[in-house]
């Protein structure tokens, strides 16, 4: 069932948190509906610019929203991630979305309040959630790309008055993650203190964590044995972090690079055991099956569904 995504964001403040898992591929969307059925959970699916532009306007939109007619017992909405001004708009107006974020975050203070105000005026006007990020990430997905000398924290005071300039719905935090395979490095972790000084400047307000994804050391190793060349060093989100950071105001985590992890290694594998193949849909039924396991587990993680006792979460 299709759905608006501020609801799902309050009904989960401070207890769980929504997953948003991007896709750029069929396969992907119907792996992340596979594993919000088995987890009974809601989900977002999640498209960024850079999507658009590689399957077309409305393509994986609309993908979605076929696809989501095989599970009818599945709560989810279509989220636009890391969009400009003219992506959120045309997003708001293709009547596929429930929710869009517009990223003005490399813009100036004052710029990026003016372009997400206008994004969440025109939101408003056909029930749309609003999303927009204040601090800098560091790293590289798609075409964003900040380096570490660029990124910084969110400011909790800045954060207060952008919400109440802006009227936006949620927001994007800085708190110590980043985008692409590494996340951290050393011993660095989601910054804690940070997010709870965010929290209390905006109590009960809807906080997201971007480039959050864990990435799987076997991943890493799987896919360099079948030929890969990823840094070892690589690392994310410790798992235990997450709940931490649900119970100070984090009601939406965005998995990206897991997935990606995850196709590769699966292909990578598939085509250096069956080098006869010529089908590309063998490893693609492999892929989503291992997709829906990798979103169910998440799922969990987060607080959702029936198995949330599993992960150590209590109602």
């Known amino acids: 069932m299709f759905t608006a995504s501020l609801p799902l964001l309050k009904q989960a403040y ?14 992907q969307i119907r792996g992340v509906f596979l594993g919000a059925s088995a987890a009974d959970s809601p989900v977002l699916i999640q498209v960024s610019k850079r999507a658009r532009e590689y399957a077309g306007a409305d393509v994986l939109e609309s993908a979605a929203h076929a696809i989501a007619k095989d599970f009818p017992q599945v709560t989810f909405g279509v989220h636009l991630d890391h969009g400009d001004e003219d992506h959120a708009h045309a997003c708001i107006d293709s009547g596929l979305y429930s929710s869009v974020m517009v990223d003005a975050s490399m813009r100036s203070f004052e710029d990026n309040i003016a372009i997400t105000r ?4 025109h939101a408003r006007e056909h029930g749309i959630t609003t999303e927009a990020e204040l601090g800098r990430l560091g790293g590289k997905e798609d075409d964003i790309e900040v380096t570490d000398k660029d990124a910084f924290f969110t400011d909790p005071a800045m954060a207060a008055e952008f919400v109440q300039r802006t009227g936006v719905d949620s927001l994007a935090v800085a708190i110590g993650t980043s985008h692409g395979l590494k996340k951290f490095s050393g011993d660095a972790r989601l910054n804690l203190t940070r997010l709870e000084a965010i929290q209390s400047a905006l109590p009960g307000y809807p906080l997201v964590l971007h480039g959050a994804s864990m990435i799987s050391s076997a991943e890493v190793l799987r896919i360099n044995q079948a030929g890969g060349r990823l840094d070892t060093t690589s690392q994310g989100v410790p798992p235990e972090q ?44 492999v892929f989503i099956q291992a997709m829906a396991d990798l979103v169910q587990h998440h799922l969990v993680l987060f607080g959702n569904g029936n198995h949330r006792h599993n992960a150590g979460i209590e109602n």
């Open 242 to 285: 997450y709940l931490k950071a649900i119970q100070r105001g984090i009601t939406k985590i965005n998995i990206d690079s897991d997935s990606r992890l995850l196709m590769t290694r699966v292909c990578r594998e598939y085509l250096r055991e069956h080098p006869e193949t010529v089908d590309f849909r063998l490893p693609g039924e």
């Open 118 to 121: 206008r994004v969440v005026q």
């Open 14 to 27: 401070g207890q769980r948190a929504i997953g948003a898992f991007s896709v750029n591929t069929i396969e």
